[in-house]
């Protein structure tokens, strides 16, 4: 919970000094960072890692930033570096993330699937739900524990219409229907012949 506080106070800090520049190319920028963070091997390993002495980390990112990223980002990245608060990076991009889809009056909208939608698929739920919700980002999550069907968590809510859940539902229906049976026969034996 500590940590969750100090990445909102950290992304606030940073979306605050970044929207008043340009917002979207800061904010792209700092998306295009994450990837790399996440996506180049090691990277995030090396920047973590703590027997690496602050200078070599602040030379490497020199050379990532090289004219790439906004001088916003490549600060923001540099103080997390020296005050040791790069292990909370995914939380404070959660959080700057958050910031910029409320600025935007974005939809942050995740979808759990058993299997990946198809382009047909993921088009006509976005246009349904932009229709009913306005500018929607879906974030596809694929989890075969599923079974089929999709669950939506948006807004701080979510509609689960999986086969998963139809199941669960249906076990706690018979076990109700069971327990009721059950106790009419307890109240009239004559019931069970």
Known sequence: MKGKIIARRYASAFFNAIND?????????????????FGFEGFAAIMKYPAIKLDKKLALLERVFQGEFHSRV???IKVLLRRNRIGLLP????????????????????????????????????????KSLGVVELREVVDPSLLGGMMLCFKNRVIDNTVAFRIKNLWGLVARVDDELSSHIRSDPGMAI
């Open 74 to 76: 490549a600060d923001f």
């Open 21 to 37: 520049e340009n917002l979207q190319t800061s904010f792209k920028d700092f998306e295009a960072f994450m990837a790399f963070y």
């Open 91 to 130: 939380l404070i991009a959660e959080e700057i993330e958050e910031l910029f889809r409320l600025n935007q009056n974005i939809i942050g909208v995740q979808v759990k699937t058993a299997v990946s939608l198809t382009d047909d698929e993921r088009s006509a739920l976005r246009e349904k739900l932009s």
